[in-house]
């Protein structure tokens, strides 16, 4: 590939393309679970692309169009729904309004330019042909409440896939681990009583010991990308008036596992270990990870990104293959007021999103 004609012309005409439908996603609210508008918004860009697609719910998916089934396949998907705009928003969240070399609007940085980023690259590619791999784009659903009816729900529709790129906000480096979610709604109990007599079976301080223990226990096994395994009390909630000494105490815990673990095993030593009765919201979302001797890690280091383990959850967690996160903005943009992705962060993507590509393809 010529990389300077790449630079020049192609990107430039993609970048245009991608920029204008981000800016279409941004104008259209698309909360968790109400993203019929930006999937039917979605579709029609690929039809006017010339693209045929598939939807189930409020996910969208196409194929390259010369897809063979007997090649290896490459998922790529990142997701158009968004959280609710914070009361710190100083401008119109679904106005896309570029100033400063920034693009402002809900959605913009997590995860709109890291979705038409990727969705640039495939236009790329999309009728090259004799490609080692195909190529699957995704644009898909409910990432942002980890819901069941996103990637994971359309995921064994798809076919066979060798390896998963999700569409994060990563500043274009390579996040070759990500580490799991458990949520755990805790219950401690103990004796009611009159606040004005000795009761040693007071419910908060139950629930207090079994804390303390979350703050102090330490996971035999760390990971060398993604580090111990990380427990954090983030609600407490007992009793109804001030003289009454409570029955029960109820906390919750954020885990957040590494790849060294599976959920259920987390889970399982927990119970174990507490007093309390723990009840995990769900096992689904695992940690994850990809080898560093992955084709696509090398030639993503090739090109001179870095690598490192994600504290944050995505859909990588509920994707049943091999994957990583990578994509133009930075995370802790996410979820801020007056989010914004800079515009070059858009270009340079797609044009480090195909140089990867073309090494491996």
Known sequence: MNTQELSNNTVTQLYETG??????????????????????IIEDFFKSNGIPTQRSMNNVWAYNKHYDTLKPTILLNSHHDTVKPNSGYTLNPFEPIEKDGKLFGLGSNDAGGPLVSLICAFLYFYEKQNLKYNLIITATAEE????????????????????????????????????????????????????????MDNAILNAIQDIHWFTQYKFDKISPILGEVKMTPTIINSGSQHNVVPNTCHFTVDVRTNECYSNEEVYQLIQEKVKSNVTARSLRLNSSSIPLEHPYVKAGLALGRTYYGSPTSSDQAVILCPSLKIGPGLSTRSHSSDEFIYLNEIKDAIQIHISILTQIL
């Open 144 to 199: 942002e409440i980890s819901g069941v009816n996103g990637v994971e729900s359309i995921y064994k529709k798809l076919g066979p896939i060798d390896f998963a790129i999700v569409g994060e906000p990563t500043e274009m480096n390579l996040a070759i681990a990500e580490k799991g979610l458990l949520v755990l709604d805790c219950e401690a109990s103990g004796t009611s009583s009159h606040a004005a007599h000795p009761n």
């Open 19 to 40: 920029l204008s439908l981000l800016k279409q996603l941004i104008a259209t609210p698309s909360f968790s679970k109400s993203e019929d508008k930006t999937a039917t």
